[in-house]
């Protein structure tokens, strides 16, 4: 089973200290909010940035997903706050 | 004529102008978004998600392809740091049909504005710094548009 790509943007980037990682692909059916969750448990710049999932948004392969996704058999997934460009 | 361009220089206005008034449609519409100084601020950073941007971008302006009758779209988003009076992004629509023309202007940059993955930080004189924070008004001139 391949690992999954996170990456991070903006101040989820920032609290966090890194802006990709590897992870363990989680179990069968999981959808981003799984993931979002497991990784706030880390504590620390993790719970910071992702301890209010209604801060985040998603992307699942470049594309734009709620995070009640299942990540299903995705390469990447991204993390970060609503967006604020134009 | 489809162009999208993210980058970090600048950008001739005048240019993309005339290259979507050279379509001969008779009507072209623009925006330009700007630095907008004030409160002390130095600059704004804008950070992207590089391996999504243009392919977002594209569907964005698919989607007003497929709106509108357009014979143009331009469209150029730059990111790095931006200082107040800089240009920011560029939407440029060129129509037969003046409606075309600026209905579709307006939803690509709704839509940029809430649709395209880039942040914008706010570097101060005092060296402080502030994430912008995405405003509710603006998602909902976006979901505005339906679709």
Known sequence: MTALTIVYFAWVREAIGRDEEQVDRPAAGARIADLVEMLAARGGGYAQALGDPARLRAAIDQRFAPLDTPIGEAREIALFPPVTGG | ?147
């Open chain 2, 1 to 147: 004529m489809k162009r999208i361009s993210v980058q970090a220089q600048d950008f001739d206005v005048a240019g993309e102008m005339a290259a979507l008034e050279a379509l001969g449609g008779g009507g072209v519409a623009s925006f330009t978004g700007v630095v907008r100084g004030g409160d002390g601020l130095v600059a704004l950073e804008l950070e992207q998600y590089p391996a999504m941007t243009q392919a977002q971008v594209a569907r964005i302006v698919d989607d007003a392809m497929a709106r509108w009758p357009l014979l143009g779209v331009s469209v150029i988003h730059r990111y790095g740091r931006l200082e107040p009076g800089a240009r920011i992004v560029f939407v440029g629509t060129a129509s037969r049909h003046r409606t075309a023309a600026l209905e579709s202007c307006a939803f690509l940059i709704d839509w940029l504005k809430s649709h395209a993955p880039f942040w914008k930080k706010e570097h101060f004189e005092d060296g402080a710094t502030r994430w912008v924070e995405a405003r509710a008004e603006d998602e909902a001139k976006a979901k505005g548009w339906g679709g």
